[in-house]
Nanobody, 118 residues
Framework: QVQLVESGGGLVQPGGSVRLSCVASGRTESVYAMGWFRQAPGKEREFVSA????SIYYADSVKGRFTISRDKNTSYLQMNSLKPEDTAVYYC???????????????WGQGTQVTVSS
């Protein structure tokens, strides 16, 4: 089992920045890829970014604004130039491959709310 805990969400103004963290614990030897997804009210969960080794992927909607990184068992999502449409619950996930499909990930965190509003 792997446990994932996100932190760093909150209320931020449009154009602002926030950094999310995700710490993995437990059987971390099975954490090859770490991904971030988000879910806005009334919408499906969508892919944001993923990292596995030196391979990094972004959704088109966040490319150039968000940066994913990883330090051992912690993943970070630096979010810049935030827009109101970035408002969502952000989830961290881990699995064997850095894919865009949520079903590819085995473990999920509880989520952290990011609200972009003036």
């Amino acid at each position: 089992q792997v446990q994932l805990v996100e932190s760093g969400g909150g209320l931020v103004q449009p154009g602002g920045s926030v950094r999310l963290s995700c710490v993995a614990s437990g059987r971390t030897e099975s954490v090859y890829a770490m991904g971030w997804f988000r879910q806005a009210p009334g919408k499906e969960r969508e892919f944001v970014s993923a990292i596995r080794g030196i391979s990094i992927y972004y959704a088109d909607s966040v490319k150039g604004r968000f940066t994913i990184s990883r330090d051992k068992n912690t993943s970070y999502l630096q979010m810049n130039s935030l827009k109101p449409e970035d408002t969502a619950v952000y989830y961290c996930a881990s699995g064997p491959y850095a894919l865009r499909e949520a079903r590819a990930y085995d473990y999920w965190g509880q989520g952290t709310q990011v609200t972009v509003s003036s």
